[in-house]
């Protein structure tokens, strides 16, 4: 009796298997179908990484001040994260050009602009160049913000082309020195060059081409482009424009081994006018005036969570720039009967922080300067070039080859 029961359980397991496996091929298909679902739903909420500027487009955009003297370099990459205020700036350069020295730095203390733009009322051939090549000027602070590194390493790659074709060295204009690692730190890759100006009051500016320059260029995809001063003649590869005396107004450094750009706080407070003690430069989106951010993870670090305080720049900015329009808009503004007493002008506080809030926070919009027209009766004629957000001229556009738009590479004016 207990033989035949066990023989009957044996032939129950033995029926059993092939039922199981059965179950187990037809349940594997479907958990490999929930595998995959859940890869590709992961694969779905990463973000993309953000496409980086290829090496030679670097060394186009850096290759017309790669040579620039250390100070006067990192001057201009700085105050190129502020394309705007750059052209404001070299129009105030352009209708001040006999301010300088003493009265230059007390005219600043009014002006509102970030203190690196602020710096290059000094070097006001510079500044004539970022504005007339505007785009060039905003590709180099998009990719001076979002590849920092890279900019650097490029300029140091330039430096050392020049030097090896013969056409970087000591002048009586600047010094051209290598710079040690810092004590107890170990060199990797070559020692980077250093440019310093003679006398650090005084600032001679290079212009040369680049196409010459480097030697053979190498991105045929990437031409630099070749700007000097209306009028001037070159005696060189590379020649010097007259010097100019620039007092502390330019306080920009580099730490070449780190890759960072730094400040000389002494020369920065004595100009600004302030008590600064950290040496970092850090990017203060308040000063952007809305102009996009090329590279997404740059939008994100410097974007939403800086809305409330750009809001309050731009509005002590309004205030500040334009008293009387500051005064009729105040609340306790009375109504009388002049031209000024329209109910658009009446209207301005609303519309200014209506304007503020759409465009994001940080972009100054010309309602708060030019206030609309009565819209009532049909418009005649094309809008006047004011009415736009003047941040619209840098919203992305096809790009040409070598990465500018315009003939010879440069930007719009505004």
Not at 122 to 149: E, R, Y
Not at 316 to 323: F, I, L, S
Not at 368 to 386: E, I, L, N, T
């Amino acid at each position: 009796m207990r033989s035949k029961t066990t023989m009957a359980f044996r032939r129950l397991a033995l029926c059993a298997v092939p039922l199981m496996l059965t179950w187990g091929l037809a349940a594997t298909p479907a958990r490999a179908q929930d595998a995959t679902a859940a890869v590709q739903a992961s694969a779905q909420t990463q973000t993309p990484a953000e496409a980086k500027l290829p090496e030679g487009q670097i060394e186009q955009l850096v290759a017309p001040i790669a040579l620039y003297p250390d100070p006067l370099l990192t001057q201009v990459l700085m105050a190129s994260t502020y394309p705007l205020e750059v052209v404001e700036a070299a129009r105030w350069s352009h209708d001040n050009s006999t301010v300088s020295g003493q009265a230059l730095q007390d005219a600043m203390q009014a002006q509102s602009w970030d203190p690196s733009v602020k710096a290059l009322t000094a070097v006001p051939q510079t500044l004539q160049m970022m504005n007339a090549k505007l785009d060039w000027t905003q590709q180099l602070g998009d990719a001076f913000l979002a590849q920092q590194q890279d900019v650097l390493a490029a300029v140091q790659k330039l430096r050392a082309q020049a030097q090896a074709a013969g056409n970087l060295q000591s002048t009586p204009q600047q010094v051209v020195t290598t710079e040690a690692p810092a004590a107890g730190a170990e060199a990797s890759g070559p020692q980077p060059i250093v440019i310093e100006p003679v006398n650090p009051d005084v600032y001679y500016v290079p212009v040369y081409d680049p196409a010459v320059a480097y030697g053979a260029w190498s991105y045929p995809d990437y031409p630099p482009f070749n700007w000097s001063p209306p009028g001037f003649v070159a005696s060189n590869v590379v020649s010097f424009a007259a010097g100019v005396a620039v007092g502390s107004a330019i306080w920009g450094g580099c730490n070449w081994w780190n890759h960072n750009v730094i400040i000389n706080v002494n020369r920065f407070n004595a100009f600004n006018h302030t008590n600064i003690a950290n040496n970092n430069w850090i990017h203060n989106p308040a000063h952007r005036d809305g102009v996009p951010y090329r590279d997404a993870s740059v939008a994100q670090r410097f974007g939403g969570a800086n809305n409330a305080a750009a809001r309050e720049a731009f509005r002590d900015r309004v205030d500040a720039e334009h008293p009387d329009l500051s005064r009729l808009m105040g609340e306790d503004k009375k109504v009388g009967d002049t031209a000024r007493d329209i109910p658009a002008i009446r209207d301005l506080p609303a519309r200014r922080d209506a304007a503020v809030a759409r465009e994001g926070g940080d972009r100054r919009m010309n309602d708060a300067v030019f206030p609309r027209q009565d819209v009532s009766r049909p418009r005649v004629g094309p809008m006047p070039r004011f009415m736009g957000s003047r941040a619209q001229a840098f919203r992305s556009a096809p790009r040409m080859m070598g990465g500018f738009r315009g003939r010879f590479g440069g930007g719009r004016r505004l």
